[in-house]
């Protein structure tokens, strides 16, 4: 092999030749309902310039943050209370299947019809679908708490607050990491049915309102632009913490 | 002589539910015995025998026993509940003793550094005092202050949980079985930094072991504990000084002597 021990290498042929697919496919289709890379590009450079772009990725992303923050602080309560009291957990678990069952699409419309078309309703509506997940994935890790830990934190009459943060965090940090990673994924996707439903911003009013002007160049451009944001999330951000609170493993 | 009383246990009865053996075990019964502040008790009975259930009782892990157990620094009983449902009342923590617990495993944070593991059970004061440098130094783990635990060995492991429960400058000591499973070079070199350490602070001192040589080398009085259900059925004190149990041949004839004169800790092992 020609890139063997060059993984850049390889992306970037792996990227490269995506590109041609997408071209080849472009020039073989009605250019309109399937636009080939180059205009694509233009199309979002020109929104950019505008600064039309940006602003509506804010506005998406704030919203996803807001959910985000709102649902893992919410789902991690509840997650650590019923993986530590059996009765409870034993109550609350119908609860949380239906819940967990219940399609985003129905949330939101609830939400909306409940608190009418604002903000609050939507960040809520995301942050409710997200919850019962948190709920499960906190739970499973609140079960394994080490009992050992907790009794030494009693006999050295350590405060509640340090060992929220010193003993339960760390060991619940590996489902909290997987259920921030699951969490993002879900929770932009939402975000953007949220918009296209009811608000007047965002990449997901701005995804409806190409859709009736059939303008599947800025879907592409909006797309791709969204996906870049993610990755440079979860590069920028959540790898490093990762990386950090794994530290101490061998 | 007028010395306060600082521990004072009056445990009738502690029994669990078993599944295996259908119904309850009576882990512990007319457990009573007190100590002065300053002694070294060491508790020395056959495994099983709730010598770890004792100790949970003892420092308030597990509140569900009939009996009493005062922690006090002055004399203060009359709180005899029957029941588990008044063991805030027969654990009251004002006026507590400090504890400082050795656990049989190190129980350390993986996730924390040896100092930090140290710095968790610390006020600032404390902290600010450099008593922490001091440890570290007596127990030869300065180098390892930014080391994780799992890069220690498990004698290493054992200090930092030893100089941890030291940190806090304890009123009372309790250790379960912390030297087990070590060589013999790290436990008579571990058992010296405890004594060390009790001579100079002066704590009182609860050590269980089911090792008779042990016992007999560090305690200044020892109480015999009977299999299950767990209940002392020796309480004397080991009259042999300091200085004479770190001579072999002396030791080894007062732990021969000791054994025949009471042959109730025979059964032991």
């Not at chain 2, 309850?24 to 007319?30: K, R, S, T």
Request: aromatic share 10%; charged share 20%; glycine share 6%.
């Amino acid at each position: 092999m020609v890139f063997r021990g060059s993984s850049f290498g390889v992306s970037l042929l792996s990227f490269v030749s995506l590109l041609a697919i997408w071209y080849l496919v472009a020039l073989w289709v009605d250019s309109r309902i399937f636009p080939p890379p180059l205009t694509v590009l233009k199309v979002l450079l020109e929104s950019i310039a505008q600064g039309e772009l940006q602003f509506h990725i804010g506005q998406t992303l704030m919203r996803v943050v807001t959910s985000f923050v709102l649902a893992m602080t919410v789902g991690i309560g509840i997650g650590i209370v019923l993986g530590i009291s059996k009765s409870l957990d034993r109550f609350f678990d119908s609860w949380l299947t239906l819940f967990l069952n219940i399609p985003a699409l129905v949330t939101i419309i609830l939400c909306y019809v409940w608190l009418g078309l604002f903000e609050t309703a939507a960040i809520l509506a995301v942050a409710i679908n997200k919850i019962p997940n948190v709920i499960i994935t906190i739970r499973e890790g609140a079960r394994a708490l080490e009992r050992d830990y907790f009794e030494m934190a009693h006999s050295f009459r350590l405060s509640r607050t340090v060992v929220l943060r010193q003993i339960i965090l760390p060991q619940l940090s590996p489902y909290l990491m997987a259920t921030t990673r699951s969490g993002l994924a879900l929770i932009w996707k939402i975000v953007l049915v949220v918009e296209l439903l009811g608000r007047s911003n965002g990449v997901g009013f701005q995804l409806h309102l190409f859709f009736q002007l059939f303008d599947i160049a800025s879907i592409f451009a909006y797309t791709l632009a969204f996906v870049l944001v993610i990755q440079v999330l979860e590069y920028g951000l959540l790898q490093p913490i990762e990386r950090r609170i794994s530290r101490w493993r061998r | 002589m007028a010395t306060l009383m600082q521990l004072q246990v009056d445990i009738q009865r502690k029994i669990f539910l078993s599944f295996e053996e259908s119904g309850q075990v009576v882990a512990l019964e007319n457990v009573r015995f007190a100590a002065d502040a300053g002694e070294f008790l060491c508790i020395l009975g056959p495994s099983g025998c709730g010598k770890t259930t004792l100790l949970n009782i003892i420092t308030g892990l597990d509140p569900h026993f009939e009996g009493a157990v005062s922690l006090e620094a002055s004399i203060d009983t009359g709180t005899c509940g029957q029941d588990a449902h008044d063991s805030k009342k027969k654990h009251s923590r004002e006026n507590e003793l400090r504890i400082g617990f050795v656990f049989q495993n190190p129980r350390l944070l993986p996730w924390r550094t040896v100092e930090e593991n140290l710095r968790l059970v610390l006020s600032t004061e404390q902290i600010q005092s450099g008593i922490i440098d001091e440890l570290l130094a007596s127990a030869e783990l300065e180098a390892f202050r930014n080391t994780y635990p799992s890069q220690l060995s498990i004698g290493m492991q054992r200090r930092v949980s030893l100089i941890r429960a030291f940190s806090i400058q304890p009123d009372l000591l309790v250790m379960d079985e912390p030297f087990v499973s070590l060589d013999k070079r790290m436990e008579d070199k571990l058992h010296q930094v405890l004594l060390d350490y009790w001579q100079t602070r002066n704590p009182s001192v609860l050590f269980v072991t089911h090792q008779i040589n042990e016992a007999l080398k560090l305690a200044s009085r020892l109480l015999v504990f009977s299999s299950r259900p767990g209940t002392i059925i020796l309480d004397i004190p080991v009259e042999l000084s300091y200085p004479d149990r770190n001579t072999p041949e002396v030791f080894r004839a007062f732990v021969t002597k000791f054994s025949e004169e009471n042959p109730g800790i025979r059964q032991i092992h």
